[in-house]
């Protein structure tokens, strides 16, 4: 007989690296279910992922909603969690301390509180994987509070790895990605900032959706693989940032 179909849960997969996450996971067999926090952007998502993919509206930063949501599913399998929150990007100086706990509450908090609720649903020796970003690591110059935020995500995989086992516990650190988080960017800007990293990059340019998706996609199926922050950053991070 067949196995059973795994069920991967991804939570803010309705655009960006989370909806190319739920269409790899749709490629290679298993159900999606993906939340996001905005109805009109879910729908679309839904529709385009068509049949085995459900979804909800979903808020990772209310507590309570986010249990509920879990507690509603059944068994599951994998978990990515790949909310994020505002930039809080700048010169350290001047960085805006309410920048900077917005930033917390929308990547380290929801992260945390996703991947605690994600704990009644999973199935033993299932997956959480958090998508964090190679800021933690690559000592640019004006993204301290994003190097912060997401170090501190980082900081939680090997020892969620340890406490959870055998639920395998990952994340990927993305570069820069072409995704809508740039869309805080003026056209010009993004388009700047985009040439600079491809020219800094080994790989000659800036990261796809897909490209982090298959990195996820790894290692939700890689059952050797736990306490692990995968770089996928096209060897930006080979390079020391120009100060």
Known sequence: MPEPTQCVVVIGG???????????????GRRVVVTGRDKARLDAALARLGEGATGAALDALDEAATHEFFEGL?????????????????????????????????????????AQAALKALCPGGSITFVTAGSSGAARPGTAGL????????????????????????????????????????????RRTFEDYARSAPAGRVGRPEDIAG???????????????LSVDGGSRLRPAAL
């Open 147 to 190: 190097a912060a935020v997401n170090a501190a995500v980082e900081a939680m995989v090997p020892v969620l790895a340890v406490e959870l086992a055998p639920t395998r516990v990952n994340a990927v650190s993305p570069g820069i990605i072409e995704t809508p988080w740039w869309d805080w960017m003026d056209d010009e800007t993004r």
């Open 215 to 229: 990195a996820i996609g790894y290692l939700i199926g890689a059952t050797f693989t736990t306490g692990v922050v």
């Open 14 to 28: 309705t655009s960006g690296i989370g909806l190319a996450t739920a269409e790899e996971q749709l490629r290679a």
């Open 74 to 114: 059944g068994e599951i399998d994998h978990v990515v969690v790949a909310v994020t929150g505002s930039t809080a990007a700048g010169p350290f100086g001047a960085l805006p301390i309410a920048d900077l706990r917005a930033a917390a509450e929308g990547k380290l908090v929801a992260q945390t509180i996703a």
